[in-house]
Each structure stands twice: as C-alpha cells, then as structure tokens.
C-alpha cells in the first residue's frame, strides 16, 4: 500500500511466447516468471554499489526490496530510503516494476537508484539479445544476466522479448 504514493523508477513488460501447437501457455509463463523472480532475487545489487551500505531481502511475492543504510542516531533510523522490485504475471506477459522507497530519506538517492536500475536492465536485455542470436555458440558471460543454459535458454518452443520499457533516466 505504501509503495502506491512512490515515484516508478522502472516499468517493463516482457512478452513470453510458445512456439508449439498446444496453446496452454501457463506452464511456460510460470516457468518464466519463476526465472525473473529468481533473477531480481539474486542479482548483485552490492556489486554495483559498492560503497553503498545496503540490505536486500526476497518478498513473498518474488520481488525484492533493498533499503540503502546509513549510521543510525538519535535523530535518524539506519534506513535511507531503497527501492522494492516487483515481478508478476499479466496474461502473457511478466510485468518488472520497481518504485522508490522515500521512507527515511534525508538525501536524495537518485544516482544510486538509477545505478541500480540500469544494470538490473542491462542484465535483462543482454540476456534476451544473447538467447534470439545464439546462433554461433557465442554467449556474454556477465554475472548480471537472467537467463542461464539451465533455465529458458535450451527451451526452443520458449521466447521472451521486450515489449515495453519506461525508467526514469530514459532519454527522449
């Protein structure tokens, strides 16, 4: 509920899609949406703020939420504000939003936030680019990619792609 009144850092719908004749598609999504979930739960948010003192905890809900930390005082909580992925389903599609989390921020965390989002993106589209061109064997090997050999890689009747993508460093 709280999440609601916060500005949207990221909004990106990927399109899954079967290439066989069954039409039953949700035991694709529920695999795929398992994959993201995985992802957004795992990725090295640390890694790409290193200075930055930051706790991650997995939600019930498969995303994750990061709390940026600061020396706690007499006058300040040792929270400094964050940002909460969410991943859920929407008919064929996984839905990746991510919004700020102001609660305690006394100093604007916006380079951290658009550090984080970026990578988190980048992860995604690298990992889509790498399974629609594998055709040569060639793969980036980045710890910051979503799809590995063991998930939807392998998987020829399996596609995602981008559909949609706003985040609030986007140029025009």
């Known amino acids: ?41 795992s990725f090295p948010y640390a890694v790409v703020l290193p200075v930055q003192p930051m706790k991650y905890l997995p939600t019930s809900d498969g995303g994750v939420d990061i709390s940026f930390l600061r020396k706690k005082t007499k006058e300040k909580d040792a929270v400094d504000g964050g940002v909460r992925f969410f991943v859920c389903e929407n008919n064929d599609r996984v839905e990746i939003v991510a919004k700020r989390n102001s609660r305690g921020q006394t100093i604007s965390k916006v380079f951290s936030e658009k550090l984080i989002i970026e990578a988190y993106i980048k992860g995604i589209i690298t990992s889509i680019d790498n399974n629609k061109n594998n055709t040569e064997g060639k793969k980036d090997t980045s710890p910051l990619l979503l799809l590995k050999d063991d998930d939807i890689v392998n998987n020829s009747n399996v596609s995602l792609s981008l559909q949609s993508m706003y985040h609030k460093w986007m140029s025009l």
């Open 1 to 41: 509920a709280h999440y609601e009144s916060e500005e949207t850092l990221l909004k990106m719908n990927l399109l899954v899609k079967t290439n066989n004749d069954d039409n039953n598609q949700t035991p694709h999504n529920n695999n795929i949406i398992e994959i993201i979930q995985r992802y957004t739960r």
